[in-house]
């Protein structure tokens, strides 16, 4: 079984920063991508960055040069700083992980596992 939870979501205002962190455990072989996705209310979600293994980020055009997407990949977690925060950045944020996991259903097949989201309000 693998398991992935968020955790950093909050209230803040606008222009300041939070640090969302997520960490991915159980029988987990390999996590290829890691990545962070939002969504607000009414609206679909949508991914907001994401980083495979030792490679390069990718993010949104809506949060390029506000939010910097990291990854400790020997604790299997992943990082989203994002700064400059706007009323429109509130959503709930959910963490995705790509795992090759040894155990379960999905054993030895790449399966997305997801996090129960954590809640970010930025207030203007």
């Known amino acids: 079984q693998v398991q992935v939870a968020e955790s950093g979501g909050g209230v803040v205002q606008a222009g300041g920063s939070l640090r969302l962190s997520c960490v991915a455990s159980g029988s987990i072989v390999v996590i290829s991508e890691m990545g962070w996705y939002r969504q607000a209310p009414g609206k679909q979600r949508e991914l907001v960055a994401s980083i495979i293994t030792n490679g390069p980020a990718n993010y949104v055009d809506s949060v390029k040069g506000r939010f910097i997407i990291s990854r400790d990949n020997a604790k299997n977690m992943v990082y989203l700083q994002m700064n400059s925060l706007k009323p429109e950045d509130t959503a709930v944020y959910y963490c995705?992980?790509?795992?090759?996991?040894?155990?379960?259903?999905?054993?030895?097949?790449?399966?997305?596992?997801w996090g129960q989201g954590t809640l970010v309000t930025v207030s203007s």
């Open positions: 995705s992980a790509d795992v090759t996991s040894n155990s379960g259903l999905y054993y030895l097949t790449p399966h997305v596992y």
